[in-house]
């Protein structure tokens, strides 16, 4: 097959501020020099005056929740869950899930995300559905038995099915883990099996962890361990875990978290909109944890924003510590790039701009109020100013998923018709 070639022109890289061009030759970045010539180059994109970012990696999300959107606000997570969400989940198929992963793929692009982890239910039509959309995802079952054996038994059917027939797929863009829900959802005997699984398959964990306090309560109840201690007590953790919320936690959970290397998903804008509590994330930091960010599904969020995330994540620590300079713009700019990219085990190949790296990677129209005039640090404009309708363009494993703010591979008033019939007739099982 012929090589296509990429060029982008005159750029302004995120994290320096020089002004570089940078050759994609197929999937990965090949160059990136002052100048660099045009002379058999398939595309030139003139990026002159725009931001290049590594696209955002987003590590945790539930891509067909963008379903369910503004469907129970203003909830805690215990009734939000039990008297919400998981009724109207209860109706979900095969069909309703592929198109709310093709919806959540639409903003991801638009947004500039390139890279997901997703835990959800008929994963395999969320495959289907990001395969279409071109971006990057590792996927996971939501592994829930509320011990019981047969259902147990069913979910490990599922995640690993998934693994068999989806990881790899779509040109090595989508990865399996897998995905027990919770310490209050999946039994013991489900945790423990999924670190003998995990290493079998050479995987990694998505898990929710320690997200209210009401979790913390009722297994210290029921065990006497808080949920760091009694997931290292199975044997659960691991570098390869990525723990999604994280926001109660004592000293010694902290250690824990530090001593196996597990990654944090930070999800700050659902733990405010839950009422959940604020994660010491300035804390994880000092102690050298990864921190990546997630936004959660678009039920608690309300939507799968990164850079609004960042900006959250930034404001909400300063406001905690009453220290304005915790998470300043380009450490939450990482969390959102090369940490997520690390907490997925794929900082070889994403995450930032580097010659051998995959062409992940987007750029942001700084023409336009918010964005001018440019602050002397670019990171600033990005996570402090910067919104959604600045994305311009965003690139994928070296393909054009968004340029000029028009998707390329996906027809999104399709996307969003389908999507309105599908969460009426879920209501209307309900
Ligand atoms: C996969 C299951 O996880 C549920 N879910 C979505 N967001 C959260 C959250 O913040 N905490 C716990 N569980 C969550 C989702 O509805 C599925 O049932
Ligand atoms: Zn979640």
Redesign the pocket.
């Known amino acids: 097959m012929a090589e296509s070639t990429i060029l982008i022109k005159d750029a302004k890289l995120v994290f320096t501020g020089e002004t570089k061009s940078v050759l994609i030759k197929d999937e990965i970045i090949a160059e990136i020099d002052d100048v660099i010539s045009e002379e058999n180059v398939d595309k030139v994109i003139d990026a002159k005056g725009m931001i290049l970012s590594p696209g955002f990696v987003n590590t945790h999300t539930?891509l067909s929740?963008s379903l369910f959107r503004g469907l129970a606000d203003d909830y805690d997570?215990d009734s939000?869950?039990n008297d919400y969400?998981?009724p109207i989940?209860a109706n979900l198929n095969e069909n309703y899930c592929y198109i709310g992963a093709l919806l959540a793929a639409v903003e991801l692009i638009k947004s500039g995300t390139t890279t997901f982890s997703d835990?959800?239910?008929y994963m395999e039509d969320v495959a289907r559905a990001i395969d279409e959309a071109g971006i990057r995802g590792v996927l996971s079952y939501?592994m829930?038995d509320f011990a019981d054996a047969e259902k147990r038994e069913n979910e490990f059917r599922e995640n690993i099915s998934l693994y068999e027939n989806c990881n790899g797929m779509s040109d090595g863009k989508i990865k399996v883990f897998f995905?027990p829900?919770?310490p209050y959802?999946a039994s013991k005997e489900l945790l423990e099996r999924v670190r003998q699984e995990a290493n079998k398959y050479n995987t990694g964990i998505h898990i929710?962890v320690g997200?209210t306090q009401k979790e913390v309560d009722d297994l210290v109840e029921s065990t006497g361990m808080r949920p760091f201690e009694y997931l290292e007590s199975l044997g659960l953790l691991g570098p390869d875990v990525v723990a999604?919320?994280a926001v109660w936690l004592s000293d010694n959970e902290i250690d824990i978290i530090k001593k196996y290397d597990v990654k944090i998903s930070h999800?700050p804008c659902?733990n405010m909109k839950?009422a959940?509590g604020i994660s010491p994330v300035a804390k994880l930091l000092e102690n050298g944890i990864c921190v990546s960010l997630g936004t959660?599904?678009a039920?608690?969020n309300n939507n799968l924003d990164l850079l609004e995330e960042m900006k959250f994540a930034s404001l909400l620590q300063k406001v905690d510590t009453l220290n304005p300079l915790v998470l300043p713009a380009c450490e939450v700019l990482k969390m959102a790039t090369i940490n997520g990219a690390k907490a997925l085990g794929l900082e070889d190949e994403i995450g930032s701009i580097e010659v051998g790296k995959k062409a992940d990677l987007i750029l942001l129209d700084t023409n336009s109020v918010n964005m001018t005039p440019d602050s002397s640090d670019l990171c600033s404009n990005v996570v402090y100013s910067a919104n959604g309708s600045n994305v311009d363009t965003t690139i994928c494993n070296g393909k054009i998923l968004m340029e000029n703010k028009k998707l390329t591979t996906l027809d999104e008033e399709e996307i969003y018709k389908k999507a309105r019939i599908a969460i009426k007739e879920l209501k209307e099982m309900n």
Request: glycine residues 10%; hydrophobic residues 40%.
């Open positions: 539930h929740m997570l939000w869950l969400i998981w989940e835990m959800y239910f939501g829930i995905g829900h919770s959802t929710h997200e999604a919320h999800n659902s839950l959940s959660d599904g039920s608690s």
